[in-house]
């Protein structure tokens, strides 16, 4: 049987006749999925190899790859493969070949590198409440009512918070808005938050490696309202521009003598001019609130204006036949697309020695939206009018994603050109068994499983308890703790609770645990009889409906069955299982949990071990 290893770049190893080892894991008895992988092997660099790899024997080489990409022919079967180069001692040198990367498509892209839908909308706030009513395939995201106790009324930022992302208003009509008054205080009250599809995300997972995903996965009633809820902070932080400030009446721009012609004849007098300029180099809403103030000679005009660009858009002129402490408060709300903002006094100011201030005021934009999240106590959360579900799937591979999935709900998966097929394991009667007679040996090593236990449970929360699952040959019990001849299958995911968080609040869906690393699921089907998004309670995805549904025959198999270890040796050429197949020997159906192949001229020696499972 040929080995050969070759490099992206057209370079070739040939192991055939080498003596190689390969140790495979049979994904449906691990939590993680594995590649294979070669172990090492020693190789004579003559010259043929230093022409191609690289002159390892050398001291003085430096900069040469230890880890080149390639494919590796293997069982005639061209796979991706790595050669790692371990060591070198004289003319030999020790690598390893890591190989079976197809078998685990996509698995280290992040969920947010997917190509996942990505458009504008021209209101989220309606157009959310829409997408409410639709179930999948309808839409592949949904917007369910869903309580975090993330973000503290406590916070200056937060204090109008209700505690709920996707909070619908009461008539059910569209998202509750987030404010900004006329005074320029922020109403952060609603967080819209959009939950992807479980199956729409899933198969995104293999779209992108142009796989079609196939089996149980798309029928089982479990997903079909089932929601991911990411924990990611989806929204934008937004800064308001903020400006305050006090003239006081020694503060003055300049003055001018002019001759006035009162009572008592004619005197000149200075008439003082205040000015406080402001750019504003940006396009927004503003909100002004202030007051002028000024002590004013008697016979003589008082001016106060505010201007944009120049231009007067608010002003007091007042002719004041005595002296008067005059106080003129202002209040205006204006848009605004990069202006210079002024305030004008002009009149015959009297009482500098006072110190009294001319002009407060305050000023505060609506929104000032950069590129980068604001990280002000105060600033606005801005529910953008975009859907991007990329920054709306939980922080994790592909490959993490499936393994929460495989150890949440005992699913499989296999792959046949470019069909991917994910089914429950133990589900049904195991079809295209293989006869693997020819593998028996007189006396093969047996051991009783009986000792055998599981606990099944899922990540620790905050504030809220789970049921786990502890089973062996006796049975279930909730709740107890492994032993040492226990498996735990810890499962990174947990659905989310639906409880009453508020005396006037509805039943939906509460967040247990503020992470963007563990799969949470909310489970919604559409608008309620009352038109409100509340999510529903799924007891089918908690402990222990979940075991008696989708685990208890699979693990009694495996706590009463034997255990068979034995070693054979057969031409490589004959061999014709693979470890994930059922196999027929000893009078038993088994599962292949592992094995090493030494491959040595043509021929395997196999050290084996499986499961009797029916």
């Known amino acids: 049987m040929e080995v050969k290893f070759f490099t992206n770049s057209n370079r070739i190893l040939d192991l055939s006749k080498q003596k190689v080892s390969v140790q495979e894991s049979n994904s449906k008895v691990n939590d993680k999925m594995f590649s294979k992988f070669m172990f090492p092997f020693e190789i004579y660099m003559d010259e043929e190899f230093i022409n191609s790899f690289g002159d390892f024997d050398s001291y003085e080489t430096f900069g040469l790859d230890s880890k080149i990409e390639g494919f590796l022919l293997f069982e005639n079967y061209l796979h991706e493969g790595r050669l790692i180069i371990e060591s070198i001692e004289g003319k030999y040198l020790t690598g390893q070949i890591d190989f079976g990367f197809e078998e685990l498509p996509n698995w280290s892209k992040k969920l947010s590198e997917l ?82 599809h479980f199956l729409y995300l899933l198969r995104k997972c293999f779209q992108d490696a142009n796989l079609i995903l196939k089996g149980d996965v798309l029928i089982d009633s479990m997903f079909e309202n089932a929601w991911v809820f990411s924990g990611t902070e989806y929204f934008n932080k937004v800064s308001q521009f903020q400006n305050s400030r006090n003239l006081t009446v020694n503060d003055y721009e300049g003055y001018e003598n002019v001759t006035l012609y009162l009572q008592g004849g004619p005197a000149i007098l200075p008439r003082y001019t205040y000015r406080e300029t402001i750019s504003l180099a940006f396009n927004d809403q503003i909100f002004i609130n202030g007051k002028f103030h000024a002590k004013v000679r008697g016979q003589t005009m008082l001016k106060f204006v505010i201007q944009i660009n120049g231009n007067n858009i608010w002003q007091h002129e007042k002719f004041y036949s005595s002296y008067e402490d005059v106080t003129v ?31 407060e005021y305050q000023l505060k ?11 002000s106590d105060d600033a606005e959360v801005e529910n953008p009018n975009k859907i991007d579900l990329k920054r709306a799937v939980p922080d994790m591979t592909v490959g993490e994603f499936v393994n929460i999935i495989r150890n949440w709900f005992n699913y499989e998966f296999f792959i046949k050109e470019n069909v991917i097929s994910m089914n429950r394991i133990g589900d049904k009667e195991p079809n295209n068994i293989k006869n693997f007679e020819v593998s028996e040996i007189k006396s093969p090593k047996r051991n009783l499983l009986q000792k055998r236990s599981y606990v099944l449970k899922n990540t620790d929360l905050e504030d809220f308890k789970l049921n786990s699952i502890y089973f062996d040959k006796d049975g279930v019990t909730i709740n107890k703790e492994e032993n040492d001849n226990t498996t735990v299958i810890e499962i990174n995911g947990y659905p989310l609770p ?17 992470s963007s690393s563990v799969l949470a699921l909310v489970f919604y089907n559409g608008l309620d009889n009352s038109g409100q998004n509340n999510a529903i309670a799924k007891p089918q995805a908690t402990f222990p ?57 043509g021929t395997y020696e196999i050290d084996i071990t499986t499961e009797t499972v029916y």
């Open 329 to 359: 408060p202002f209040s205006l709300n204006l848009n605004v697309n990069n202006v210079s903002l002024a305030f004008v006094i002009v009149g015959f100011v009297i009482g500098f020695n006072e110190g009294y201030n001319v002009l």
């Open 545 to 601: 409906d979940l075991f008696y549904s989708n685990w208890e025959k699979w693990l009694r198999q495996r706590v009463n069955g034997s255990e068979f270890n034995w070693k054979f040796q057969i031409p490589a050429d004959d061999l014709e299982v693979k470890i994930s197949d059922y196999i027929k020997c000893y009078n038993n159906i088994h599962i292949i949990t592992g094995w090493t192949k030494d491959l040595n001229e």
């Open 115 to 196: 190509s996942l839908e990505q458009f504008d909308v021209s209101d989220i706030h309606i157009y959310a409440k829409e997408i409410c009513g639709k179930k999948y395939p309808q839409t592949n995201f949904n917007f369910p009512r869903i309580y975090t106790s993330k973000y503290s009324p406590d916070d200056k930022m937060w204090d109008a918070f209700n505690g709920y992302y996707n909070d619908l208003d009461v008539g059910g009509f569209e998202m509750v808005r987030n404010e900004v008054d006329s005074a320029g205080n922020i109403f952060n009250k609603n967080i819209i938050h959009p939950c992807v």
């Open 498 to 514: 639906v409880e009453k968080r508020k005396e006037l609040s509805p039943l939906t869906a509460s967040v247990k645990k503020d």
């Open 365 to 375: 934009s609506k929104s000032i939206v950069s590129n980068t999240s604001s990280q």
